[in-house]
């Protein structure tokens, strides 16, 4: 993991953190969110909202999912924050995430890297973590051969292999929520 981007920030007041997780595996990222939602899920200070996705043509509309008429509608409506094109079709953030960092909450979020630097444009507060396997195992690339990080977004950005235990995934993700969790005041 790399520590260099995380920052504590315990005892703030206000304006909350947007953590977007992203990289290139959906169900490591899945993972690892629904691992935390367990873990903090008597803590107010966290929140861990559900993205809105386009059910596809034909099929019926389950849970977090609706018709892409009404994801026009409700975004058109400013119910979503941002949308992006994912593996599975449309994607949209709920626009909710706002008033929980304007709550001073931190907001944890699965994302698109491609979205990563609008969510810096409509908020001050953003801590990416980056979700990875090694460098070595992406794309094939033979071990001792160095690889351009093109799909890294701008700092600052927290990298977390996934290639461990993980116990050790899960606790560097842990770790950089904990950091931002506020204190109660005295």
């Known amino acids: 993991m790399t520590n260099g981007a ?6 703030l007041k206000g304006e ?9 595996d959906a169900s490591a990222k899945a993972e690892l969110i629904a691992s935390a939602k367990r873990t903090f899920a008597n803590d107010n200070g966290i929140v861990f ?3 809105i996705e386009v059910a596809e043509k034909g ?3 389950a849970n977090g999912q609706m018709s892409q008429p009404d994801f026009k509608s409700l975004a058109a409506a400013g119910g979503i924050a941002i949308s992006w094109i994912g593996s599975s079709g449309q994607v949209g953030l709920p626009a909710v995430v706002f008033d929980d960092l304007a709550a001073g909450r931190v907001v944890v979020v699965n994302v698109s890297r491609k979205v990563v630097g609008q969510l810096r444009r409509q908020h001050s507060r953003v801590h990416v973590v980056y979700l990875t396997r ?3 195992a992406r794309r094939g690339v033979p071990p001792g051969q160095s690889e351009p990080d093109s799909d890294l977004p701008d700092p600052p950005v927290t990298i ?4 461990g235990p993980l116990t050790e ?13 506020p204190v109660p005041s005295p």
């Open 6 to 11: 995380m920052v504590p920030q315990t005892g």
């Open 16 to 24: 909350g953190v947007l953590i977007p997780v992203v990289g290139p």
């Open 49 to 51: 909202p559900v993205n």
């Open 59 to 61: 099929r019926p509309v």
């Open 134 to 136: 090694s460098r070595a």
């Open 160 to 163: 977390i292999e996934n290639t």
């Open 169 to 181: 995934v899960i606790d560097g993700f842990f770790g950089i929520l904990q950091s931002y969790v």
